[in-house]
Every structure is written in C-alpha cells, then in structure tokens.
C-alpha cells in the first residue's frame, strides 16, 4: 500500500488503548479478525463502517463486555483480560441511553461516583462541575424525564466523565437525535474532550461527523480493519476501493496497467492514458485495475487548453463519449473542513 501519511511512532507510555491481533467469533461468525492499532492519549478515535461490520464487536472487547477469542486488548500498557468492565476506568455512552428515570439529573451523575465510594462529602461540587461543563448548570434537579432528549444525552456523557475515566467509548450515542441537534452535540463533545484531554473511541454511521471531529478514524468492513488514518489520510489516499467508495464521493473508473514506477503509475482507460498514484503492491504491467477520482479533483472548463499545466487533460467530448455514456459523479460534496486542510 502505498499511504500519503507514514503512521508516526509514539512512545509506549503515551498509548491508551493498543489492541494487538484481536478477534472475535460467534459461532460461525467472525465478527472482528485480527484487530490490530494503538491509539495515543488523549486522542479521538472514530470506527466508521457499514452495519454488521464489528463496530460495536470491537468497542464492547475493550470495555470488556466481551473476551475476545484471539488477541489481547491493553489499556495503559496493561492486559486486560482478566479486567471486568467496572474497574477499567471506562466511561461509556451507547445508543440506549440507560439513565436512571426515577432519578434526577444530579442523581444519575452522582451514581457512579458512589459506586467507586468517593467521599460523600466532595460528589455533589463534582457533580455540579460535569453538569456544567455539558451546559446542564442548574438542571441538577430535574428528572430525566422533565428533560429534552439533547439534555438526556448530555446528562448521559455527564456520568460517563464524572469519575474521570482514562479512557470514554461511544456507541452511536447521537443516532436518535434529529440532525440539527446531532450536529451541535457532535461539536459539543469535541470541546469536552479536548477540554479534559481524555482518550476517546466513538462509533458511527455518520461519516461526516467522523471526518469532522476525529484526530484519527478506522474504516471497518467484514469484521476486517481496512484503514487507519487521519481523516484527512482517508479521504485523500484511501487503501482501498472499499474505503474511497465508502468516504466521500468517489468515481471508480476501470483500465490496464501501462507502467509502474515507484508510487506512480500510467493507466491506459477507453483509450487514454491517464497517471495516478499507485495503492497496493499488485499493480504490474499489464493487470487490470481501477482508478479513484473525486469529485472535486475534476477541474471542467470549455476547452482542454484552458486547463494547461494540468496532467490527465482531455477533451470533454471524447471523454464523455470514452466513459460510455457512464454517469459520473461530480456533484458538489467537498470535505468538511478539517478534511481539506
Ligand atoms: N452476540 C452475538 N451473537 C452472534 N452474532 C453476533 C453477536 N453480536 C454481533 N454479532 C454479529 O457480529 C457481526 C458484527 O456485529 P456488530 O454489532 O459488531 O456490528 P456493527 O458494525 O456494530 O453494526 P451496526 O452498525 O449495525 O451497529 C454481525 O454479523 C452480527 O450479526
Ligand atoms: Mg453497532
């Protein structure tokens, strides 16, 4: 594979969370095969794949709901398979909320500081901190059932911070939320986690939120981990036809190898030669293989001399009647912002 980013090698003792060879079966199902990356301290880490694709799999090994049938997962360089959930410094938010409706708001985040039985004396300050930070100052009093659901959502990371856990795993925590409020709480975690620094894995189907928020993300597909990259990294120089097509909009177009020199390669398609980078170590001369182009790589203008300087210039007539009639993709979806940069 040939990757715009080389990963950068970071001292062990600065790695939360390394998961080496992990896998997972349930029956006949491989739901995770050998899961292997560290993620750093301190960083926000987003798992994007299709559904069934061992998201969830994953990030329920690490909280330790379930021992994976290979590997080992170490959080702060320690193995923790013989750790039970409850004493691995998790704080966690899933889909299904599960707070506590009997209770008030102030109950629910005090909750797992009186299971870890912190003085009695200190919670109800901490507690007050937490529902500030997540804009909840005041509502300490409220049931859960007196609030939004954006307020429940965010009483609901309250707890999961409260005891201030090494590391916090996020399950799809905003999918039930409608667009508008998913977008501010997207943000709104973001600035929490950079504000307490602390370690984070969230999982979505969103990959707009994912490019946007993330320091790192991770592709999955089959149970397989097929990139780990910056979001910029993914976008830019996905590993993979199944990474380009799932990130962003992307235009696949199918040729023969001409040449292959170092990362680049010459690729004869419908008749023109065309120059790319090269992914993968199986392009030789000769073999079929399928190119990647977005949508805002495409530069359109009335004639071909307009665009000069530029390689893989050609006429739009030809190329339209070259690409048979294919519609190709070059509506307007630019990256996010932090992907462009
Ligand atoms: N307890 C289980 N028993 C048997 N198979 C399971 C179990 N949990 C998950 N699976 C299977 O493992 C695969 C991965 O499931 P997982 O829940 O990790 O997917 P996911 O990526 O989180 O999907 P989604 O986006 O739909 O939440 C699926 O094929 C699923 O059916
Ligand atoms: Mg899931």
Same mark, same amino acid.
């Given at each position: ?6 990963? /950068? ?23 995770? $095969? ?6 750093? *301290?301190? *960083? ?15 990030? $329920? ?13 170490? @959080? ?25 409706? &009997? ?12 299971? $870890? ?11 007050? $901190? ?14 859960? /059932? ?6 429940? +959502? ?25 667009? *508008? ?43 397989? @981990? +097929? ?12 590993? /993979? ?14 040729? *023969? ?56 210039? &050609? ?27």
């Amino acid at each position: 594979m040939v990757s715009a980013l080389a990963e /950068n090698r970071v001292p062990a003792d600065l790695i939360a969370v390394s998961v080496k060879d992990v896998g997972m079966r349930f029956g006949d199902v491989h739901a995770v $095969r050998s899961a292997s990356f560290d993620l750093p *301290k301190g *960083k926000f880490l987003t798992i994007l794949g299709p559904s069934g694709s061992g998201k969830t799999t994953l990030l $329920r090994m690490i909280a330790g709901f379930d021992a994976p049938t290979s590997g080992e997962i170490y @959080i702060s360089g320690q193995p923790v398979s013989a750790v039970p959930p409850h004493l691995r410094a998790i704080g966690m938010v899933f889909q299904k909320l599960a707070l506590f409706p &009997h209770m008030t708001a102030a109950e629910n985040v005090a909750f797992p500081l009186k299971m $870890r039985r912190h003085d009695a004396r200190t919670i109800p300050a901490k507690v007050e $901190r937490y529902l500030e930070l997540v804009r909840l100052g005041g509502y300490g009093s409220r049931r859960i /059932n007196e609030l939004s659901g954006g307020q429940q +959502q965010r009483v609901a990371i309250a707890r999961a911070l409260v005891f201030e856990p090494d590391l916090l795993l996020l399950d799809e925590p905003l999918a039930a939320l409608d667009r *508008k409020l998913r977008e501010e709480m997207q943000l709104e975690f973001r600035r929490i986690q950079k504000e307490l620094g602390v370690t984070t894995i969230n999982v979505t189907h969103d990959q707009r939120e994912a490019l946007v928020v993330s320091d790192e993300v991770i592709v999955m597909d089959g149970g397989v @981990i +097929q990139q780990k990259a910056a979001p910029v990294g993914a976008y830019r120089s996905p590993a /993979n036809a199944f990474v380009a097509n799932f990130i962003g909009v992307t235009n696949f177009i199918e040729g *023969k190898v001409v040449s292959v020199s170092g990362p680049s390669v010459q690729v004869e398609a419908h008749g023109r030669t065309l120059s790319g980078v090269a992914v993968g170590d199986a392009l030789a001369a000769g073999r079929p293989c399928s190119g990647a182009i977005r949508a805002e790589q495409i530069r359109i203008a009335a004639s071909a001399d307009t665009l000069s300087g530029l390689e893989n210039r &050609h006429g739009w007539h030809r190329h339209r009647c070259d690409l048979r009639g294919r519609a190709h993709r070059l509506r307007d979806q630019s990256p996010p912002a932090s992907a462009t940069r």
